[in-house]
């Protein structure tokens, strides 16, 4: 009964490759996100998604290419990975009304080596 | 940019209160307070929020002072498992707002 899943856990890969990382969500929320923490440990939004729609896209380059089905997915394409992608991607949900608090998967860590 | 200012760092006794606090001195009036904490590597775990009056739940209590410019967290009866980064983040009212973290209390709970 996970509120926020990501897959997979782990990621490693090579430079110059191409991944995607899954996110759902079972909460009903109608807008996602997408956290990077690097290894200094600083949280970052790069995206946000509110009804399948982009409403935040915090200057990440364009390799990254997130993609929304429906409400309750936001799943992250990465192109032509290089070294410093490495870190943990988390992704989170929230409901647009109110004062909701976003939720967050557990990370998935990725690795380019 | 974060809008928050806390202690890098602070101790506490198991058993007994942890009291976090936060600065938010350029607070608006339709942002809310938010705290979250990261044990670990693991996602960030929502704890509690607030506007201007205080907050309790099953994890912790929210005191925020009236003229909203900082905040304690509290919780009540720390534990070993209540080690980690704690994040107090101002957002305004609106779901689809981001959260801005910034560096976060790292609370060491000690036997």
């Known amino acids: 009964d996970t509120a926020v899943s990501q897959t997979p856990k782990y990621l490693v890969t090579q430079m110059g490759n191409d991944k995607s990382i899954k996110c759902e969500q079972n909460l009903g929320h109608d807008t996602m996100y997408w956290y990077k923490q690097d290894s200094k440990k600083f949280l970052k939004i790069m995206f946000s998604y509110n009804n399948k729609e982009l409403i935040i896209n915090e200057t990440v380059p364009n390799r990254f290419s997130p993609k929304s089905p429906d409400k309750a997915h936001l799943n992250l394409h990465i192109n032509s990975l290089e070294l410093g992608d490495s870190a943990v991607y988390f992704c989170?949900?929230?409901?647009?009304?109110?004062?909701?608090?976003?939720?967050f998967g557990n990370g998935t860590r990725l690795t380019v080596t | 940019d974060a809008k928050t200012t806390q202690p890098p760092s602070m101790d506490c006794a198991e058993g007994r209160a942890a009291n976090l606090p936060c600065n938010h001195s350029?607070?608006?009036?339709?942002?809310?307070v938010y705290w979250y904490r990261q044990i670990h590597s693991q996602g960030p775990q929502y704890i509690i929020h607030?506007?201007?009056n205080n907050e309790t739940n099953e994890m912790a209590s929210l005191i925020i002072t009236e003229d909203r410019k900082s905040s304690t967290l509290i919780l009540p009866h720390a534990t070993l498992r209540d080690t980690a980064v704690y994040y107090c983040i101002v957002r305004a009212q609106g779901g689809s707002e981001k959260l801005v973290f910034g560096k976060g209390t790292k609370l060491t709970v000690n036997p």
């Open positions: 607030g506007l201007k």
């Open positions: 350029t607070i608006s009036g339709n942002e809310y």
């Open positions: 989170a949900s929230s409901q647009t009304q109110g004062s909701s608090p976003l939720h």
